[in-house]
């Protein structure tokens, strides 16, 4: 069973920076694909970004395309999110998702394609 965690959320000024950490467990992370999510309140959870189990190939959710990276390190078992430029509409829960399937690039913005979610860390944009 594969078990996500996140941390790294907390408050941040407007065009400051935040790197999320989802760390795995129960499997190794460069045999899953790996994707972000996020949730405002009185909002439906909405793709972020994500990254291919192989092939390196990535995907961004236009909202955050130039200001967001997600990428791996396989040493450490874990994925990221570098969020950059941050702004007030960027707050929300930010939830890592996985998996151990190889979904093609089209349907890795579909909640439905991950198996395993992490708990979620809040993300609070405010000055």
């Known amino acids: 069973q594969v078990q996500l965690v996140e941390s790294g959320g907390g408050l941040v000024q407007p065009g400051g920076s935040l790197r999320l950490s989802c760390a795995a467990s129960?499997?190794?992370?460069?045999?899953?694909?790996v994707a972000w999510f996020r949730q405002a309140p009185g909002k439906e959870r909405e793709f972020v970004a994500a990254?291919?189990?192989?092939?390196?190939?990535?995907s961004a959710a236009d909202s955050v395309k130039g200001r967001f990276t997600v990428s791996r390190v396989n040493t450490k078992n874990a994925a990221y999110l570098q969020m950059n430029s941050l702004e007030p509409e960027d707050t929300a829960v930010y939830y890592c998702?996985?998996?151990?399937?190889?979904?093609?690039?089209?349907?890795?913005?579909?909640?439905?394609?991950?198996?395993?979610w992490g708990q979620g860390t809040q993300v609070t944009v405010s000055s």
């Open positions: 129960g499997r190794s992370i460069s045999t899953l694909a």
């Open positions: 998702a996985a998996d151990s399937g190889n979904p093609i690039t089209s349907s890795l913005r579909f909640v439905s394609t991950y198996e395993y």
């Open positions: 990254l291919k189990k192989t092939g390196g190939t990535t």
